[in-house]
């Protein structure tokens, strides 16, 4: 099982400012399948990113996705206040997907 | 339009067994990655199954040999069959379809309790 680490835990930036999401994995990610989902409270995910780089239908440009291999990154170049929530990444590249633990994007 | 809507959930004791449905629309889930995704209160998610009529399912290591995936053609459904409940099942459960996930349901709350 590829386990994937996201760093920070907690990010606090303030609206405005650039936002660097990090994503490791235990082993190589498989094609690059590596996706990143946003999440508010009470709703269900929605993705954003997926095949490491390539943003999902109407998905602001401000999101980009990079990197290969065991590191990604999520960036959000100008934060808006709806951005505000959590993130995760996902593996899905074996036959057992996982997610990591997820990153808070908070208001500081 | 996709749409994804899941319902079974409710209350159930350690060690009984529940069937949680999607029904699909917009779509036809055969031709489609359908899977289950949970997130036990205040975590994060956690991918629990998937399937696709060209492979075998594939579950977590936490759920299996207890969950079965399936899908219904005629009713363009998919399950989820889940046995031998434990607290740690105790969790929203979300239908994805897609590889990844592109669309997604609200979710329907299992809470495995005596």
């Known amino acids: 099982e590829i386990v994937l680490t996201q760093s920070p835990g907690t990010l606090s930036l303030s609206p405005g400012e650039r936002a660097t999401l990090s994503c490791r994995a235990s082993?190589?990610?498989?094609?690059?399948?590596l996706a990143w989902y946003q999440q508010k409270p009470g709703q269900a995910p929605r993705l954003l990113i997926y095949?490491?780089?390539s943003r999902a239908t109407g998905i602001p440009d401000r999101f980009s996705g990079s990197g290969s291999g065991t590191d990604f990154t999520l960036t959000i170049s100008r934060l808006e206040p709806e951005d505000f929530a959590l993130y995760y990444c996902?593996?899905?590249?074996?036959?057992?997907?996982?997610f990591g633990q997820g990153t808070k994007l908070e208001i500081k | 339009e996709v749409q994804l809507v899941e319902s079974g959930g409710g209350l159930i004791q350690p060690g009984g067994s529940l069937r949680l449905s999607c029904a699909a629309s917009?779509?036809?889930?055969?031709?489609?990655?359908m899977s289950w995704v949970r997130q036990a209160p205040g975590k994060g998610l956690e991918w629990v199954s998937v399937?696709?009529?060209?492979?075998?399912?594939h579950y977590a290591d936490s759920v299996k040999g207890r969950f079965i995936i399936s899908t219904d053609n005629s009713k363009n459904t998919l399950y989820l069959q889940m046995n031998s409940l434990r607290g740690e099942d105790t969790a929203v459960y979300y239908c994805?379809?897609?590889?990844?996930?592109?669309?997604w349901g609200q979710g329907t709350l299992v809470t495995v309790s005596s």
């Open positions: 082993q190589s990610v498989s094609s690059n399948y």
């Open positions: 917009g779509f036809t889930v055969i031709s489609n990655y």
């Open positions: 996902q593996q899905y590249g074996s036959s057992l997907y996982t």
């Open positions: 399937i696709y009529s060209a492979g075998s399912p």
């Open positions: 994805a379809r897609g590889f990844p996930h592109f669309y």
């Open positions: 095949g490491a780089s």
